[in-house]
């Protein structure tokens, strides 16, 4: 079993910058990918960022030179910076853990969730 606890959410006015951060329990949080996906009100859950055990990264092309997503494994942390933030960037964010090597845009891949952190971009 994981526990994933996103936080670092908040309101910014566009251009600005946020950090997200998702904290995992378990001690085997090296042996995971994470994901962070996102959700806007009446969309679809949408990819955001991934990365795997080894630290490959991989973005949806709407993020991609904004945001960035690291681990650190001694502090079983996952985080998402995020730059340049636009007003299409408000969205619910979630982080997600798989054991799987299933795709890793797909939510179905990932076998746990955290709760979510709302994030507002004003224009």
């Known amino acids: 079993q994981v526990q994933l606890v996103e936080s670092g959410g908040g309101s910014v006015q566009a251009g600005g910058s946020l ?12 042996s995971y990918a994470m994901g962070w996906f996102r959700q806007a009100p009446g969309k679809e859950r949408e990819f955001v960022a991934g990365i795997r055990r080894d630290g490959s990264t991989y973005y949806a092309d709407s ?4 945001f960035t997503i690291t ?30 090597t ?14 979510g952190t ?5 224009a």
Request: with cysteine; hydrophobic share 30%; net charge positive.
């Open 19 to 30: 950090r997200l951060s998702c904290s995992a329990s378990g001690r085997t949080f090296s």
């Open 63 to 66: 993020v991609k030179g904004r």
């Open 71 to 100: 681990r650190d494994n001694a502090k079983n942390t996952v985080y998402l910076q995020m730059n340049s933030l636009k007003p299409e960037d408000t969205a619910v964010y979630y982080c997600a853990a798989t054991s799987t």
């Open 102 to 115: 299933g795709s890793f845009a797909r939510p179905g891949t990932y076998n746990y969730w955290g709760q």
């Open 118 to 122: 709302q994030v507002t971009v004003s």
